[in-house]
């Protein structure tokens, strides 16, 4: 079964900095997605990045980059330039890449504080 | 485009009692899943439907259950609450293909007092 791990529960950073959330999976299978979604108090989830796994290519998103590091099983998420509006819990998800659908499975969250 | 939508916001309800808990999706999705939050537990799989059909269960007791209507829009039913069924209970929508990403409703707090 794939498990997905996020060893920070709580980061800060300071608004305009940079911060980086940590991320690890274990799967035994070659071709996946992986995904990181923001979820402020509002409660929706909000789909952040995504990234596939046959491509090398690191995703970025505006603000947002990942760094992909297959061999590692690592996908950790940097926020550029934080602002006030980036503070929420984070999750980094796993998703098997199937012709047809599939559950996503979540790491346990990181609560991001923004420092004004 | 409207996003996800469930219903209602917030439920009440006492041990023992059944809840019905509503999903709409995007228009266009096939898929519905289901998955629940919570406390200390993170988000866990429940259920995946997809064309009226349930395509795939999480590890839940049969008290869980659910279906997809023709309008792609979906029900969970939980019966015989328990006290730790107390979360918030979130809907995700996609196209078929796995490709696709899914996208989240606002959830549904269901508190079991």
């Known amino acids: 079964a794939q498990t997905v791990t996020q060893s920070q529960p709580e980061m800060s950073v300071q608004e305009a900095e940079t911060v980086t959330l940590s991320c690890t999976y274990d799967t035994s299978e070659s071709d996946y997605y992986l995904f990181w979604y923001k979820q402020p108090p509002s409660r929706q989830m909000i789909l952040v990045i995504r990234?596939?796994?046959?491509?090398?290519q690191n995703a970025t998103e505006n603000r947002f980059s990942v760094n992909f590091q297959k061999a590692a099983k690592s996908f950790s998420l940097k926020i550029s330039d934080s602002q006030l509006g980036d503070a929420a819990m984070y999750f980094c998800a796993y998703r098997r890449r199937v012709e047809y659908g599939n559950k996503l499975v979540f790491g346990a969250g990181t609560i991001l504080r923004v420092k004004s | 485009e409207a996003g996800v939508t469930q219903s209602p916001t917030h439920l009440i309800k006492t041990r023992g009692q059944q809840a019905t808990l509503r999903c709409s999706p995007i228009?266009?999705?096939?898929?519905v899943y289901w998955y629940q939050q919570a406390l200390g537990l993170g988000l866990q799989f429940l259920l995946w439907?997809?064309?009226?059909?349930?395509?795939n269960r999480g590890n839940f007791p049969p008290r869980f259950s659910g279906r997809q209507f023709p309008n792609y829009s979906s029900e969970l039913n939980v019966n015989a609450l328990e006290l730790e069924d107390s979360a918030l209970y979130l809907c995700?929508?996609?196209?078929?293909?796995?490709?696709?990403?899914?996208?989240f409703g606002d959830g549904t707090r269901l508190s079991i007092l």
């Open positions: 995700a929508s996609s196209h078929g293909l796995g490709r696709k990403p899914q996208h």
């Open positions: 439907y997809d064309e009226g059909e349930e395509r």
């Open positions: 228009s266009g999705h096939t898929s």
């Open positions: 990234q596939e796994a046959y491509k090398q």
